[in-house]
C-alpha cells in the first residue's frame, strides 16, 4: 500500500494517517503559542516560558511577594516536538499532553489564587486594583517593579 506498515495507526477500527496527526498537533501547539505570546499585559506576561519575575509590594512595611511565570506555552507545557507518525509515537505524545494538561490545571490554580488575592475581598485587600491584570498593566506602564507602598494590605500566609 501507500501508508508505511509502520505508520498504521487505527482508532476504534479506523485508520488515521500518522503525518495528518502529527500536523494537526503541530497546529494546535503553534495556536497555544500565538495564545500564550498575546497574553502580555504591558510587556508582562506570567504565562510565558521567557516571563519575567514580577515583585510586589504588599505592605506599608516593605512586605513582598515575588510572581514566577506560570508558563502555559509549549516549552513550558513540554509539548514542544510532538509526534503521531507511529503508535508509539503517538502513545508517548498522548502521554505528554495528558501530563501537560495536568500541569496546566495546576499553573492556572496558581495564577487564580493570585488574582483573588489581588482581587477586592480576596486574602489579600487592596485598595487601588480590581484584579491582576489592571495591576500588572500599571506597574509596567509606571515603570515600577513594586507596588506603592501600602498598595496591598492584610495579606494571609
Known amino acids: 500500500g501507500l501508508v508505511n506498515p509502520s505508520a498504521y495507526i487505527t482508532l476504534g477500527g479506523t ?27 504591558s510587556g508582562a ?24 511565570a506560570q508558563p502555559l506555552d ?3 507545557l513540554d509539548i ?3 509526534n503521531g507518525d507511529t503508535t508509539d509515537a503517538a502513545q508517548a505524545s498522548l502521554a505528554r499532553i495528558n501530563a501537560a494538561i495536568t500541569l496546566a490545571q495546576a499553573r492556572v490554580a496558581n495564577l487564580q489564587v493570585l488574582n483573588d488575592s489581588l482581587a ?15 495591576e500588572l498593566s500599571r506597574l509596567v506602564n509606571a515603570g515600577q517593579s513594586f507596588l506603592p507602598r501600602g498598595s496591598l494590605v492584610d495579606q494571609v500566609a
Open 15 to 41: 485508520r488515521i494517517s500518522g503525518v495528518n496527526l502529527t500536523a494537526q498537533g503541530n497546529r494546535l501547539v503553534q495556536a497555544i503559542d500565538s495564545l500564550v505570546g498575546s497574553a502580555a499585559i
Open 45 to 68: 506576561n506570567l504565562i510565558a516560558s521567557g516571563g519575567a519575575r514580577i515583585t510586589i509590594q504588599t505592605t506599608q512595611f516593605g512586605g513582598r511577594i515575588t510572581v514566577a
Open 74 to 76: 509549549s516549552q513550558g
Open 80 to 82: 514542544v516536538g510532538l
Open 120 to 134: 477586592a475581598g480576596g486574602a489579600i485587600s487592596t485598595t487601588t486594583s480590581t484584579d491582576i491584570s489592571t
